[in-house]
């Protein structure tokens, strides 16, 4: 069983339209992430939620809207595409609460903006 | 620079030893971490240094941690040609639940 799963693995879309990535873990830890690595493949982190709640929101436009209907589940939601958000969306969990934040990584949404 | 720095690129022969290195930011990490992210996957934790240790080993990994420098190292000893892949610092700047990620350095281990 696959610990943390993201789906779709492959996005392409034309500028301008509204997207979503789902992400689901299934390792009942309290603590989600989105990280977005871009072509140089550095890793810079999005959103952070802990039980359901937001706690880390770096400077991201607004286009972009996490959700987390649950804890096992952080889904991305992007409005009017642009062609610099392609790049390599990764969620991640950890168990939350610690001081040594073991991260689990999904197999990444490879996000193409035409 | 605010980032945590490592050298983009290391070539090495099979059966020799690894050495990459990461420059972070923050003394205040409690833990520092190696993550290990194959073509077309995700990151993969590898190991992980407690703050207050100078060195600890894993099998083929060795960490090294230079508190004074903010300097931590990662070696691979008899490089095998799996180990090709891009590696990961990581640290928990200023509290435990935001993980800051190094630049990469990719490792290419020729047969």
């Known amino acids: 069983d696959t610990a943390v799963s993201q789906t779709p693995k492959y996005l392409v879309t034309q500028m301008g339209n509204d997207k979503s990535i789902k992400c689901e873990q299934n390792?009942?830890?309290?603590?989600m992430y989105w990280y977005k690595q871009d072509s140089k493949k550095f890793l810079k982190i999005m959103f952070s939620?802990?039980?359901?709640?937001?706690?880390i929101n770096e400077t991201v436009p607004n286009r972009f809207s996490p959700k987390s209907p649950d804890k096992a589940h952080l889904n991305l939601h992007i409005n009017s595409l642009e062609l610099g958000d392609s790049a390599v969306y990764f969620c991640?969990?950890?168990?939350?609460?610690?001081?040594?934040?073991?991260?689990?990584f999904g197999s990444g949404t490879q996000l193409s903006v035409l | 620079g605010e980032d945590v720095e490592q050298s983009l690129f290391l070539s090495v022969r099979e059966g020799d030893s690894s050495v990459i290195n990461c420059t972070y930011t923050?003394?205040?990490?409690?833990?520092l971490y190696w993550y290990k992210q194959e073509p077309g996957a995700g990151l993969q934790l590898l190991t992980y240094?407690?703050?207050?240790?100078d060195m600890k080993q894993d099998q083929r990994l060795t960490v090294l941690l230079n508190k004074k420098d903010k300097h931590l190292s990662l070696r691979i000893a008899d490089t095998q040609t799996g180990d090709s892949a891009i590696y990961f610092c990581?640290?928990?700047?200023?509290?435990?639940?935001?993980?800051?990620f190094g630049t990469g350095t990719k490792l290419q281990v020729i047969p």
């Open positions: 991640a969990s950890s168990l939350g609460g610690t001081t040594n934040e073991k991260l689990f």
């Open positions: 390792l009942g830890h309290d603590t």
């Open positions: 939620y802990n039980n359901k709640e937001l706690i």
């Open positions: 923050d003394s205040s990490s409690t833990y």
């Open positions: 240094i407690f703050s207050n240790m």
């Open positions: 990581a640290e928990t700047p200023g509290g435990y639940q935001k993980v800051t």
